[in-house]
């Protein structure tokens, strides 16, 4: 019988140990903290937080978006785009580059270029929606039209979840500081912070050696510039934005720098009227700019404009012009043309 009770006892210890044990194990997992998303996985990426200005393409809107990974599928409108991220290292990160409508001007030659399908030529008129979803991008960089209703505007991008950018250098009022801006923002978003700080540094100091260089007084009596892009019957030209900037830091100034925009068209009679000491051509791609030196020596409205008169022409890359990776070696550029005794 004592054996029996002795038995009796043990089991009922038992019983009440292994519940006990139970019911503190059900409280654990349930104070457990839920598991984090699967977007969230990398530990060691600090979100980020960006807002997309639409207003400039008519939208009147302004996206705000919050990145929790690095993208890794990116689409770059352009050349300007793309060397941009190919000058951060993110050729692996990259699945297309639409080469834009100046044929692929780019000059820098990125190693990592020619492993990135490059799907259209002829600009973004030519990409339909389809072509664009059919390389799953889910980062897209661009002007802000092109996330106007006319191309891949916020509601596709954001229903087929494509991160929209438009580059803060492509405003009408930009300079140098935002594509500062631009590098540190986009290294942000891709986690190569190290790397962008580093081309900065690049830039800010091709810029911190031209200024030195020319000294005050180049800045105090700059070089009148008219800058030709485009356009036989009414040229289009750079006013003020990054083309502005990177005139002015050269020791020059757009002869169009009163018009309160980037770019605008303008007449011929107002270059002559303006009588510009230099012309800068755009050069869309190989070729494309003799055509232009060509044309403006031909236009008989010019021959007493003192640009022509002293063959003062000279033809630099559209995209650096525009704002990327090449802009403060053409800072450089055009100051030597301007200055050439102070750069021998």
């Not at 980062?139 to 950018?165: H, P, R, V």
């Not at 942000?188 to 031209?210: C, G, H, L, P, R």
């Not at 030196?293 to 022509?308: C, G």
Request: include cysteine; charge should be negative; aromatic fraction near 10%.
């Amino acid at each position: 019988m004592k054996k029996i009770i002795t038995s009796l006892c043990l089991s009922v210890l038992l019983l009440i140990t292994i519940t006990g044990c139970s019911a503190k194990t059900a409280s654990e997992v349930a104070s457990a903290p839920t598991p984090a998303p699967e977007q969230t996985t990398d530990d060691t990426y600090v979100p980020v937080t960006i807002t997309v200005d639409l207003l400039r393409s008519g939208l009147g809107d302004k996206i705000e978006q919050t990145f929790v990974k690095a993208p890794t599928k990116a689409v770059a409108m352009g050349d300007q785009m793309g060397d941009i991220l190919l000058d951060l290292g993110l050729e692996d990160s990259i699945v297309a580059l639409a080469r834009g409508a100046n044929g692929g001007g780019s000059i820098h030659a990125f190693s990592g270029r020619d492993t990135i399908e490059n799907i259209w030529n002829g600009g973004r008129r030519d990409i339909s929606r389809e072509q664009l979803l059919s390389v799953e991008p889910d980062f897209l960089i661009g002007w802000d039209s092109t996330f106007s209703e006319d191309y891949y505007n916020k509601d596709f991008c954001q229903e087929n979840s494509i991160a929209m950018y438009t580059p803060y250098c492509c405003s009408d009022s930009a300079t140098f500081e935002d594509i500062y801006r631009d590098y540190e923002t986009l290294g942000k978003i891709f986690d190569v912070e190290a790397i962008a700080a580093q081309k900065v540094d690049a830039m800010k100091e091709t810029i911190s050696d031209v200024k030195e260089t020319l000294g005050e007084s180049a800045y105090e009596n700059p070089v009148t510039i008219f800058n030709f892009d485009s356009g036989e019957e009414a040229p289009f030209t750079a006013c003020q934005g990054m083309p502005g900037d990177i005139f002015k830091l050269a020791g020059g100034i757009s002869i169009f720098d009163d018009i309160d925009k980037g770019w605008a068209t303008v007449s011929w009679e107002q270059v002559v009227e303006r009588n510009p000491q230099v012309i800068i051509i755009n050069e869309y791609y190989a070729g494309d700019a003799q055509e232009k030196i060509d044309f403006l020596y031909a236009n008989t409205a010019l021959e007493n404009v003192d640009a022509i008169v002293n063959q003062r022409v000279y033809a630099v890359n559209l995209d650096d012009m525009e704002g990327s990776c090449g802009s403060a070696d053409v800072v450089r550029e055009i100051a030597s043309y301007l200055y050439p005794n102070s750069f021998n």
